[in-house]
């Protein structure tokens, strides 16, 4: 499986901004997809998942009633719309996928397959 995040740029805060990841290959009904994101000195830390096949999802308590995960299955797509977005939103986000999940979606060593990153852009 191949990922490629897109979708990123500059909003001011309290603005919204849509990120998008496109899957190719097969993505299977076990599977769960992630969107991490790492700010500049900071470790790479879980924002949103959702299983593949139930569309269960979770997110970070610091993105908790602001951003919304989706997915597409039949486009292979995942979406992250982001709203009332921060300055401390400001990271690389990354999309991954977990090809057989087993509950473990806060770990990083859990994804199999990593997207290479959106830049977003909060400024104050």
């Known amino acids: 499986v191949q990922l490629q995040a897109f979708g990123g740029g500059l909003v001011q805060a309290g603005g919204s901004l849509s990120i998008s990841c496109a899957a190719s290959?097969?993505?299977?009904?076990?599977?769960?997809t992630g969107w991490f994101r790492q700010a500049p000195g900071k470790e790479r830390e879980f924002v949103a998942g959702i299983r593949w096949g139930t569309g269960l999802t979770y997110y970070s308590d610091d993105v908790k009633g602001r951003f919304t995960i989706s997915r597409d299955k039949g486009a292979n797509m995942v979406y992250l719309q982001m709203n009332n977005l921060k300055p401390e939103d400001t990271a690389v986000y990354y999309c991954?996928?977990?090809?057989?999940?087993?509950?473990?979606?806060?770990?990083?060593?859990?994804?199999?397959?990593w997207g290479q990153g959106t830049e977003v852009t909060v400024s104050s």
């Open positions: 290959g097969r993505i299977y009904s076990s599977s769960f």
């Open positions: 991954a996928v977990d090809r057989n999940y087993s509950g473990s979606y806060l770990l990083r060593s859990e994804y199999d397959y």
